[in-house]
């Protein structure tokens, strides 16, 4: 066992320079493969690449092992320019074991390296994966350049001495293969070793199994020289500044955490777990120093009703979730959107109806979102684009909240969530603070306080938090009286309610930024997105545009209300291009309210769109 | 600063009342109005949050603050005032269908976790805002609208499962009887954590005299069993008494039994065992019932276990600084003279 890297010149193997490479870890879900893939990824991150990455694991915690549905991947692109999406298709695969091979190997381009841990190739794990033959012993990876490890011997060998015993031993697996591949790539080394240290720093046995593992795996690559070319990907010219690598549970999570300490609240959050919005909770509860309550409630309708309560209190208030779970808060969201406080609320969208596909993406609760809700009762709609963008969505989300008293619903989804990309850190004390004005004195005469006078401007009622004087009233889910807020059944007065919450939200049109157009006015395609389709689009558009062709796209973020801009820009293109991961629900609303004949790409796939789709597409309508 | 000075008519609000005449819901608003009056705590500080029903009107006559949510939810949300604002009181009002039907689960959730909430439960057997419909509460067999051959729902006894929740404070007033309501609710407000009061609330156009066996001039003399702390549970005149027989609170003669044998009353014991066992004397208010305080003891209020973790947090970390948050998770500078190779 060597301890440590070997540094001799690795002349005998060609290095070849590469601008992109994709690479994905697939094995066992309990074989760390998302560990592996995040570490090559930070590792990545710190040598200067761009990148982009998409975990995909499965529903169940420990599927059976060596089973087709227990194989968990890790999928991620690095470059040396700006990339936009995690890759279509993977340029290097690693398989575990037999069922990762079987579940991967289709997506594996031609000529692409295939690293195989060929000890688990046995006649138990080939026959869970579906295989009659060996693929290692017939011809069906001809066309791969395969790399044939027997990593379980290598790892136990590399670890014998560390101190780690029987099922501990085949753990650091991951970490040798983690190794091998920073040979294969010329990662750098110490930040991974550095990151074992710390994270497992209560078990040292641990630590010295995983670094023994990790450097076996590189000088295995070095000294038998596993393969004859190495590829180098060289540092993006990505904008000069401090970045960070992040995905989108975690950016939005700060996000939340950033508007309220702007604001000069106090953050609750009341939620109930759920996939994939669970990691927000995780996130937020460890951010007490910052005065945050998370509550996990009794059921997801117990969290938005505490969310309303401490909305209703002062806080700024947050209740997140995924598809089912927003289903349960329906009730809840209308009596906030009645009461007219403020409440964040996050759907972190996932594929469904019902249970669905829960650690898979989609874009399929944007009618729902829209419109899923009993009686007249539009809210503001926003949606991140990419896991960075989910910190400036969130601080967008409460701006709008706070300033027009309203329910706002962020929408995510898991591959937004879970998946990362590098984020140039913004100064915090660049971004703007969210001014928040409680009532404190009586705005009626003779010292009454009427709690539904509207700003003249926003038309937002004002905020009179329990525990201040003079200002005792009451709300509720039943009609009021304008001004007063006291109950009412008049019929005028139902219809001017009506009017003013929904004008209210209309007006927050001229409180957004514009939509912005990339690629020039006269292209002859646009491409309209929304959500985590962004990257997919852009890399998409810019490969039609590589080929000659006159493409260009916009991505909304603001769903209700729409930029004032959208129609003006829509009108200007003959041809409109709307790509989502539903059954085409932004394209009914396109078409219902500017009178286009837009054409869909629709794809409820569990996956997100390859690039190669929506190029695909492009191609066919200019 | 003084406490202030109130009469019931502080308050009250200038929104028409609108229960049914005669109904008990007008003698609890006046107990509540004056057992707060004589409290002296700025009216401010209390906050009233209702669900659905006839008894979710309450926050509307309260001149406080208040919300009249949605159905069964209300100690959810008033789950989220408390854990966020320490300095408020906090008050839950409900009936037998938006507590332990459409919203049971909040309930038992909020007693396990001992919000500081005050949950007042009218229990009038029936549901009254729906024109009369059985409710989790009715005694079997009972004809309604929607049982016209009698229901064949099981009811639920709102004491037991209270304790069965583990609630901290568990007890039973009756409308009509304003002294022994304004007791309860000053227990209630003393106590740390959640405390629950059903209170026997009559709804005499849907459910009149339900309760009459421990309301009745003649039939009260008989059935109400006054639990008082630390004196023997006699009743009946003293003509009958509880005993612990086998496990079971049980009614005995006095006559036949040695003093000494009788349950002297403690809402204080640590196990819930025998006031749950006083609250199963009688399964609804059919015979002799206990009135009163079952239980009372002391435990972690969710809220203020929350709010300790915050101090401490911000002790041991320092006050939150969002430069250090969205660099916590390593970061790496590109050079502005970087061309990337």
Known sequence: ?622 | MTAPSYTRADFQTDQEVRWCPGCGDYTILASVQQFMAELGRPREEFVFISGIGCAARFPYYMNTYGMHSIHGRAPAIASGIAITRPDLSVWVVSGDGDALSIGGNHLIHTLRRNVNLKILMFNNQIYGLTKGQYSPTSETGKMTKSSPFGSVDYPFNPVSLAIGAEASFVARTIDMDRKHTQEMLQAAYEHKGSAFIEIYQNCNVFNDKAFIQVTGKEERVHNRVNLEPGKPIVFDGGAKAVIMRDGQATVIDSSSVDPAAILVHDPGRPDPAIAFALSRLSHGPYGPTPIGIFRNVTRPAYDDEVNRQLDEAKEKMGKGDLAKLITSGGTWTVDGSQNGG
């Not at chain 1, 994905?24 to 090559?40: K, N």
């Not at chain 1, 999406?85 to 079987?102: F, K, R």
């Not at chain 1, 009451?474 to 807020?485: F, Q």
Request: charged share 20%; with cysteine; proline share 6%.
């Open chain 1, 1 to 622: 066992m060597a301890d440590e890297i070997a540094t001799a010149d690795p002349s005998q193997t060609e290095t070849q320079s590469l601008d992109k490479v994709v690479i994905r870890f697939a094995g066992d879900s309990g074989d760390g493969m998302q560990v592996a893939g995040a570490r090559f990824t930070h590792a990545s991150a710190l040598f200067g690449n761009d990148l982009a990455t998409l975990p995909s694991f499965p529903a169940e915690i420990r599927a059976p092992a060596g089973t087709l549905p227990g194989v968990s991947s890790f999928q991620v692109q690095i470059a040396d320019f700006d990339i936009l999406t995690a890759g279509d298709a993977p340029d290097c695969l690693v398989a575990m074991n037999p069922a990762a091979l079987m579940r991967n190997l289709q997506d594996l381009v031609q000529g692409g390296t295939l690293i195989i841990n060929t000890d688990t190739f046995d006649e138990r794990n080939l026959a869970k994966a579906g295989y009659q033959t060996n693929p290692l012993e017939d011809d069906s990876l001809e066309g791969f350049r395969v790399v044939r490890v027997p990593m379980d011997n290598l790892t136990k060998e590399a670890v014998k001495d560390t101190g780690v015993s029987g099922r501990s031993v085949l753990r650091s697996k991951n970490f040798f293969a983690l190794g091998l591949l920073a040979w294969l790539f010329h990662r750098p080394t110490e930040p991974t070793i550095e990151w074992v240290g710390q994270k497992f720093s209560k078990s040292p046995e641990v630590v010295a199994a995983n670094v023994a593992a990790f450097k076996a795996g590189y000088n295995f690559g070095f000294t038998t020289e596993a393969t004859k070319i190495t590829f180098e990907i060289k540092p993006a010219a990505l904008n000069p500044g401090t970045y960070t690598n992040v995905n989108g549970n975690t950016a939005l999570a700060w996000g939340l955490i950033t508007a309220a300490e702007k604001a000069g609240l106090s953050l609750f959050y009341g939620t109930y777990p759920i996939t994939p919005a669970s990691d927000i909770l995780h996130e937020l509860s460890r951010h007490k120093n910052f005065g945050v309550r998370t509550f996990q409630a009794e059921d997801e309708i117990a969290g938005v009703g505490a969310a309303i309560g401490a909305a209703f209190a002062g806080h700024l208030a947050v209740t997140g979730s995924s598809g089912p779970g927003i289903a349960l808060k329906s009730e809840g969201i209308s009596l906030a959107f009645m009461t007219e406080l403020p409440l964040i609320v996050i759907n972190v969208q996932r594929g469904g109806p019902s249970t669905g596909l829960p650690t898979k993406p989609e874009q399929s609760d944007l009618l729902f979102s829209l419109y899923g809700r009993h009686g007249e009762a539009p809210i503001p709609v926003l949606a991140a684009q990419s896991p960075s963008d989910a910190f400036v969505m969130a601080i967008e989300a409460a701006r709008i909240a706070l300033k027009y008293m309203t329910p706002v619903l962020l929408l995510s989804d898991n591959y937004v969530a879970n998946g990362s990309e590098p984020w140039l850190l913004p100064d915090v004390d660049d971004i703007p603070n969210i001014d928040v004005e409680f009532a404190e004195h009586p705005n009626g005469p003779n010292g009454t306080f009427l709690p539904y006078m509207r700003n003249v401007d926003t038309f937002a009622r004002p905020w009179a938090v329990p525990g201040t004087k003079g200002l005792e009233h009451r709300i509720g889910g039943l009609e009021k009286e304008a001004i007063t807020g006291n109950i009412s059944y008049n019929p005028n007065n139902h219809q001017l309610m009506t009017d003013s919450r929904a004008w209210k939200v209309a007006n927050i049109a001229n409180d957004i930024p514009l939509m912005e157009v990339a690629g020039g006015e006269d292209a002859e395609l646009l491409v309209l997105g929304w959500g985590s389709t962004f990257g997919t689009i852009q890399a998409a558009a810019r490969r039609a545009r590589f080929e000659g062709h006159k493409v260009a796209t916009t991505h909304l973020r603001y769903l209700n209300p729409m930029p004032n801009n959208l129609g003006t820009i829509l009108h200007s293109y003959d041809r409109i291009l709307i790509p989502e991961m539903n059954t085409g629900q932004l394209l009914k609303i396109i078409r219902a309210e500017f009178l286009l004949d837009a054409v869909g790409l629709n794809k409820v796939a569990g996956e997100p769109f390859k690039v190669a789709e929506i190029a695909e597409k492009i191609m066919e309508m200019v």
